[in-house]
């Protein structure tokens, strides 16, 4: 959840790793620190708040160094202030550590280092860490031996860097579990660790990803990577195709409005190369499916969280209709804590932007003790999930910086639908270049200008929202393969503007959500020209008839909902399967822009952070 960013090299490393949390404030912004090696001498920042005290902080008492460590945090333990803010630092001043998890049994080890008298300055969880570390090294051993004594008592998942100014030509990193990515970037004598990539992408784009259980040592010139064992480790090198331009906010006045606005650029870039046009096939060369495999599957799971859960629901809609194999839905928050049927027919599939959600990490792990086929969709290249799976598919949508995510959401919906041609291709049930396949491949091929098309109407949505920012609860209506985009459409609003909304199966409102709706109770309505049209128009005079203001999403064209709903936003014609990549853009714009005239913090609202690394 938190950011961690590491430097070891010539240049001053304040600033290094102050740009870097910059670029992970999204991960936790309730306090932020650093530590430097300054003259032999460890010096700390830390204050409460957004990165923006810090960075006050060090104009203040500036810090100058080789090596140093930085956090961005969002709490677990210990309420947001500067004593609880990391860096943690040791007793005797002479090590400091930086952490992202949770330490399971820190009561226990708190009360057995307070016996052997030592005294500790902060509620957290991460200070028994840096106690820990130290009291190993007061015994003799070097930094990455205490680090790998001290980690072995630990329980949890853990990210874990340690600065000892015993050693001041050196970093150690950890990681145990699941509880966040730590990347180390190469340089040409330096060295850089985050627990992202865009902290680090504009000075490296060669990374190692450390495993679960392994710890890395990190000089100027050279990195050592063993397993807590000692076992030594011939890590991969991957080279990262990112742009680092490509994570600034640029001309846009939040990274959410700039993300909105990429869409059409990422679904170009997840479709291009997977899909041969001229021969009417699609190409999943990560996903290591055989046509046999493909036959004997007889299911599949989803597992994901939060917005990727509600993508999933999309892709069942879209699998089921297209490879005709059965899709179940699961949150990856619950989906261990029973006892799930799967076996060795079934795909477990995990939709995660980040690839470090600790859920569905989990979730992983249950299916695959269980035997089953293990698939992810991911936009973090080298991320954990896409580590551990017997086959993937990236989202290609570049960073995602706003906590709320977009392009993630449209793009993973995209890879879906490229999952269900490859399993149909697979299966016989889609033939090269028939007119099937042809069909749904030529949908694809237009599906970047038609979101064009939808983001190019924005204005008229920031003219919306100014009249609906003042309302105060929100209801979202929607059937079919619309239905999931009614629970995105609320969960935009709900993170951004901090409204009340509820997203609600249109059909199922009569049987109690229609209670609710007054004057005082906008309902927005998925009412595209499809299959359930009617029905829709159906549950847009119900909520009229109750005094509610109804808000639509139309196709471009239809007076039928003119005569009914309040307000429309017309988006253009498009094939049913694809219809919820075009109908959540207004939805996306809409929440980004009652939150802006609400005045909300819309890249970081509070209380989340980007990737979810802790229970």
Not at 312 to 337: H, M, N, Q, T, W
Not at 401 to 422: E, M, N, P, R
Not at 596 to 601: P, Q, S, T
Request: hydrophobic content about 40%; overall charge negative.
């Amino acid at each position: 959840m938190c950011g961690i960013v590491g430097y070891i090299g010539p240049q001053d490393a304040t600033p290094l790793i102050l740009n870097g949390l910059q670029r992970l404030e999204y991960r936790g912004y309730d306090s932020a620190g650093i530590a430097v090696l300054q003259k032999g001498e460890i010096a700390i920042r830390r204050d409460v708040g957004k990165l923006n005290n810090l960075m006050q902080l060090v104009q203040q008492e500036p810090l100058n160094g080789r090596i140093g460590i930085g956090h961005t945090r969002w709490a677990t333990h210990g309420q947001p202030s500067s004593r609880n803010a990391h860096p943690h630092i040791s007793a005797n001043g002479r090590t400091v550590v930086v952490h992202n998890g949770i330490v399971e049994n820190f009561r226990a080890l708190r009360d057995e280092l307070e016996a052997e008298g030592v005294r500790f300055q902060s509620d957290t969880d991460t200070e028994v860490i840096v106690h820990l570390v130290q009291r190993e090294i007061s015994c003799g051993k070097n930094v990455t031996e205490a680090t790998q004594a001290a980690v072995k008592l630990l329980r949890g998942a853990h990210a874990i860097v340690v600065l000892s100014a015993d050693e001041p030509d050196r970093l150690v990193a950890v990681r145990i579990g699941n509880a966040g990515g730590v990347a180390l970037g190469i340089g040409e004598g330096e060295m850089f660790i985050a627990s992202d990539i865009p902290a680090i992408l504009e000075h490296t784009r060669r990374m190692i990803f450390l495993e679960s259980r392994q710890m890395a040592t990190l000089t100027r010139d050279a990195y050592h990577i063993q397993t807590l064992d000692g076992e030594p480790v011939d890590a991969e090198v991957h080279t990262i195709s990112w742009d680092p331009v490509s994570a600034a906010r640029g001309e846009y006045r939040h990274f959410m409005q700039k993300e909105i606005q990429e869409q059409a650029r990422s679904l170009t870039d997840t479709i291009r190369g997977r899909v041969d046009f001229q021969r009417g096939v699609v190409t999943l060369p990560d996903l290591t499916l055989t046509p046999d495999e493909a036959k004997r599957l007889k299911r599949i799971v989803t597992v994901a969280c939060g917005t990727s859960a509600y993508s999933g629901l999309v892709g069942k809609f879209i699998i089921e209709e297209i490879a005709r194999i059965p899709v179940e839905v699961d949150y990856g928050s619950e989906y261990r804590y029973r006892d799930p049927i799967i076996d060795e027919d079934c795909a477990v599939l995990a939709i995660t932007q980040s690839g470090e959600t600790v859920d569905t990490l989990a979730a992983m792990e249950e299916a695959r003790d269980k035997g089953a086929k293990l698939w992810s969709i991911v936009n973090a290249v080298g991320s954990q999930a896409m580590r551990v799976s017997d086959g993937f598919v990236t989202m290609q949508a570049g960073p995602e910086i706003g906590v709320a995510s977009t392009k993630a959401f449209t793009t993973s919906i995209a890879d879906q639908y490229l999952i269900a041609l490859y399993l149909a291709q697979q299966r016989g049930l889609l033939t090269p270049d028939g007119p099937d396949m042809c069909a749904h491949i030529d949908d694809l091929a237009h599906l970047p200008d038609l979101v064009g098309t939808v983001l190019g109407r924005e204005q008229a949505i920031e003219d919306l929202a100014a009249e609906l920012y003042q309302y105060t609860n929100f209801l979202y209506l929607g059937r079919g393969i619309n239905y999931p985009i009614a629970l995105e459409g609320a969960l935009k609003l709900k993170e951004i503007s901090y409204i009340h909304a509820e997203g609600y199966p249109a059909g199922e409102m009569k049987h109690g959500p229609i209670a609710l709706i007054d004057e005082h109770m906008p309902v927005l309505a998925i009412c595209l020209r499809d299959a359930v049209y009617d029905k829709m128009l159906s549950q847009v005079e119900q909520a009229k008839s109750r005094g509610g203001i109804v808000i639509a999403v139309a196709t471009d064209g239809d007076t039928r909902i003119a005569e009914k709903a309040d307000h429309v936003i017309y988006v253009p014609d498009c094939p049913p399967l694809l219809s919820p990549i075009v109908s959540v853009i207004p939805l996306q714009m809409l929440a980004y822009h009652i939150a802006v005239w609400r005045g909300a913090d819309v890249d970081q609202p509070r209380n989340l952070a980007k990737s979810v690394t802790v229970e």
